[in-house]
């Protein structure tokens, strides 16, 4: 796959994230039951993996920390809306998300 598509896989990642985490800013773990949050963090998280899933698909040498855990993740969110944890949501915001930022940053900058 041209390195340019691997790029703009890798920025639709860290625009996802940005904007869950201007979304999120200052959020308590109970306001992921608001609507408005729920689906903004859902969908941003169906984005983020669906860009990782072509990466790897494509590019099998890309290493990126958890990619069968975040395909999961969107997955269940997908299939089993119904059933997803508000309180995971938070956790995968607060805690993972900026994990992700900061290696497909890095790797945006190798490509530069």
């Known amino acids: 796959m041209p390195i340019h598509r691997v790029n703009k896989y890798l920025e639709d990642i860290v625009t996802s994230i940005d904007n869950i985490e201007a979304s999120t800013a200052g959020l308590q773990a109970t306001s992921y039951g608001m609507y408005e949050v729920n689906w903004i963090v859902e969908r941003g998280i169906e984005i ?65």
Request: proline share 2%; aromatic share 6%; charged share 30%.
């Open 48 to 112: 983020i993996a669906e860009a990782l899933k072509r990466i790897i698909n494509e590019e099998a040498g890309i290493q990126i920390s958890n990619v069968q855990k975040i395909i999961a993740t969107r997955n269940k969110i997908t299939h089993e809306y119904d059933v997803v944890d508000n309180y995971q949501l938070y956790i995968i915001v607060t805690k993972y998300l900026p994990m992700l930022k900061s290696e497909v940053e890095l790797l945006l900058k190798r490509t530069e």
